[in-house]
């Protein structure tokens, strides 16, 4: 990477630098989906709410469809024996031995049937006298169940009236020995509890449906999680940028939580602000990075360019040009992004229009009004947002020239290369670009696509900065504000189709320009 310093413009007419092809069927590592889990777990947990909603739902309709369909339980208990129609056992006596007992035992499973026989059914129809009562209706509503291997029944009848079903298991009780007799030659029933109603609620509320439900909701919030990661692949561990792009990574800047509420101190760090310390500090590493590669070069121009907007690279070029300042360099720091100019509002409360190289590329001011000195060596160049943006041609560039004559280091903030093709413009006059990308924004097409027009324009990218590197517990406090990027993203998505149309043409615009330049 020194050499390409040492000789950015030898560089620009050799071939493309060699990357790795890009792995289209990489697989899903486990860290991937931990993260895709952690930045989606507000819809995770949302997804789960809704579950446990619809199922308290779905529980208070069965509850009153219940209550619209009232039905009781009539219960009565039977003993059965192994009687004969005389009384007797087949011990020959009026009290059963233990042989008696087994056979009324053994003989439970046809007892059972029969009581639920067409002809046990069809007495008791004829007996309660109850008019549109069919045999079937008892019997799709009749329950026996034996209790613990004896000898005795338990009947439950379901029914929609209680006086009814009492009725009905009454005539049952006296029906049933004279049935039994009748069908198998022996046995005899006993009530020893008489039929009883209890009204039932049709449909009770369901604990067991709610969490079923949520568990549903979780899982459907996880699978959009991990589909999301396929869908949509990104940044998410900073040595891919090395592995599979072939981009050396000078710095991992941690996510910085308070970037958008407070105003930080870029050229000092209060003893509170530990993140705003943290972040500068590794700013500092990589200019110490930087100084190694230009120590060979005089006067560098170095801008500074994404694949998309906010991916950091405004605060990066006021953080990483006040760390050279504070190495010892005469730095200048130009705003060029010309759709988005930020970096002067980093450093003063309100920027004057005589102090913005909109100003001075007019003629409108002089470099001494232009420049903003902040502190010690360290100066900047601000611009503001016009409806018509400055060209970068000749005389732009010849400007831009002017400050390298007298300056250790010129660092530009630029429009990101995904989405302007004039920033690569800048060629003619810099010695080579720093990527700048943060950690799950971009996907990987975009930052290869950026990776591929830098590569492809000559200019040498001398390495990146991942920025908005996350740790598990930074990564918790982000998912509120993707979820608000997430209701906005509906209704900007033509506008951003729109817009990459547009970046789109512009870069085949200065593809074919510039090649006609080559072929003169």
Sequence with gaps: MENVMNNPMENRTASMPQRPEPNLRKPLRISDIAHGIRRNLFLIVVCSIVGLAIGIVLSIVSYMRGEMSKQYAIRTTIGFNSENADGIFTS?????????????????????????????????????????????D?????????????????????????????KILEVFNKAAPEVLIDTLKIGNVSVINAPTARYLIGG?????????????????????????????????????????????????????????????????????????????????????????????????????????????????TAYLGTALSELGYKVLMIDLDTKNPKLGGLFVDKVDYKNTINALYRGESTKEEAIINLKGKLSLLPAVLERKKMPFDKAMLDLISCFRNEYDIVLIDTTPIGQAAETMSLNDVADAC????????????????????????????????????????????????????TKKAPAGKKRKDSEKSIQKQEWEDWEKEHSDNRES
């Excluded at 008696?100 to 049937?113: G, N």
């Excluded at 799709?140 to 009492?166: F, P």
Aim: hydrophobic letters at 40%.
């Design 92 to 136: 020959q006596s009026s009290d059963p031995n233990t042989n008696d007992i087994h056979l009324a035992q053994d003989m439970i499973d046809a007892v059972c049937y029969v009581l639920k026989s067409d002809k046990m059914l069809g007495e008791v129809v004829d007996r309660s006298g109850l008019l549109g009562v069919s045999t079937r």
């Design 138 to 166: 008892i019997y799709n509503n009749l329950v026996l169940t034996r209790y613990n291997e004896t000898q005795i029944i338990d009947v439950t009848l379901y029914w929609r009236s209680a006086q009814e079903g009492v």
């Design 204 to 316: 009770s509320f369901n604990i067991t449906l709610w969490g079923i439900m949520m568990v549903l909701g979780l899982m459907v919030g996880v699978a959009i999680a991990v589909l999301s990661l396929v869908t949509r692949p990104t940044l998410l561990k900073v040595t891919d940028m090395e592995r599979d792009f072939g981009v050396e990574v000078l710095g991992e800047i941690p996510e910085k939580m308070k970037r958008f509420r407070e105003k930080p101190d870029y050229l000092g760090v209060r003893e509170e602000d530990s993140t705003h310390a943290e972040v500068k500090d590794s700013y500092a590493c990589v200019a110490q990075i930087l100084r190694q590669r230009i120590k060979n070069n005089e006067h560098p121009c170095i801008y500074l360019t994404s694949a998309t907007q906010n991916e950091g690279k405004t605060t990066g």
């Design 434 to 485: 720093l990527l700048v990308v943060r950690f799950d924004s971009a996907t990987t097409q975009e930052i290869r696509d950026s990776i591929w027009r830098l590569d492809k324009s000559g200019i040498p990218i001398i390495g990146c900065v991942v920025n908005g590197v996350m740790s598990f517990t930074t990564g918790l406090d982000r998912n509120s504000r993707n979820s608000k990027k």
